[in-house]
């Protein structure tokens, strides 16, 4: 009796079939930040829940370089290509910027403002796209998509490469079928908060790195 009351009727679950379309309740702002592994671990879940259940997911990442350690390929790469639905771009594969790993400064600051114009190309498709309706796997996401990840960003604004009131406005502006998911960043977005509707604080308690472990194939990267 009581199996009925749970959300599978107490059977196992199985997975099915993808088939494009539109989610009845997005349209929220997420903010992920803190000085915690798995902020973008997190949202690229996330990213992957919502594709799963057939709606247009587009990943955009900032600032994604990093240490010598980490390959120029993620994992999760690999992984956003074979997903139906889920669509990515990187215009950050220049390392850590103020982290003296030999690239130019001039170099962060330009990369980060040709993501945000792309973020903006983004938007301004979702603004003109019929976000109640379900979209093709494979189609344009210049032509609409239900979820727009942008991770990274917050550390592009805390070093002032975008600048701060610009993402206020860009996240004022969304379309409100959109759901905007924006990640990054150690220091807590003031300027953001009253402008999202939900705020996750990923913090570190204990991590390895600080013993010396470096970024780790499969788990970092």
Same mark, same amino acid.
């Given at each position: 009796?009581?199996?009925?009351?749970?959300p599978g009727?107490?059977?196992?679950p199985e997975? =099915? #079939?993808?088939?494009?379309? &539109?989610?009845?309740? !997005?349209?929220?702002? *997420?903010?992920w930040?803190?000085?915690?592994?798995?902020?973008?671990?997190?949202?690229?879940?996330?990213a992957?829940?919502?594709a799963?259940?057939?709606?247009r997911?587009h990943?955009?990442?900032?600032?994604?370089?990093?240490?010598d350690?980490?390959?120029d390929?993620?994992?999760?790469?690999?992984?956003?290509a074979?997903m139906?639905g889920?669509?990515?771009?990187?215009?950050?594969?220049?390392?850590?910027?103020a982290?003296?790993?030999?690239?130019?400064? =001039? #170099?962060?600051?330009?990369? &980060?403002?040709a993501? !945000?114009?792309?973020? *903006?190309?983004?938007l301004?498709?979702a603004?003109?796209?019929?976000?109640?309706?379900?979209?093709?796997?494979?189609?344009?996401?210049?032509?609409?998509?239900?979820?727009?990840?942008?991770?990274e960003?917050?550390y592009?604004?805390?070093?002032g490469l975008v600048?701060p009131e610009?993402v206020?406005?860009?996240?004022?502006?969304?379309?409100?079928?959109?759901?905007?998911?924006?990640s990054?960043?150690?220091?807590?977005?003031?300027?953001?908060?009253?402008?999202? #509707?939900l705020?996750?604080n990923?913090?570190?308690?204990?991590?390895?790195?600080?013993a010396?472990?470096?970024?780790?194939?499969?788990t970092?990267?």
């Amino acid at each position: 009796m009581t199996d009925r009351n749970t959300p599978g009727k107490g059977r196992p679950p199985e997975a =099915r #079939d993808i088939e494009p379309a &539109a989610p009845e309740e !997005f349209g929220l702002t *997420q903010v992920w930040w803190g000085d915690g592994k798995g902020k973008t671990t997190a949202t690229l879940g996330m990213a992957f829940r919502a594709a799963g259940h057939g709606f247009r997911v587009h990943v955009l990442q900032f600032m994604k370089g990093g240490a010598d350690s980490v390959e120029d390929v993620r994992g999760e790469y690999n992984a956003m290509a074979a997903m139906p639905g889920l669509t990515y771009e990187n215009l950050g594969h220049y390392g850590w910027h103020a982290m003296n790993d030999g690239t130019e400064e =001039r #170099d962060h600051a330009a990369e &980060a403002q040709a993501g !945000f114009e792309r973020a *903006q190309e983004l938007l301004d498709g979702a603004a003109a796209a019929d976000l109640t309706t379900p979209f093709s796997p494979d189609s344009d996401p210049d032509e609409g998509v239900h979820m727009l990840v942008l991770d990274e960003l917050l550390y592009a604004a805390d070093r002032g490469l975008v600048d701060p009131e610009a993402v206020v406005e860009f996240v004022e502006n969304k379309p409100d079928r959109l759901e905007l998911v924006l990640s990054g960043s150690h220091e807590r977005p003031e300027y953001l908060l009253d402008s999202v #509707d939900l705020v996750t604080n990923v913090r570190k308690e204990k991590h390895p790195i600080d013993a010396g472990q470096r970024a780790r194939k499969g788990t970092e990267y």
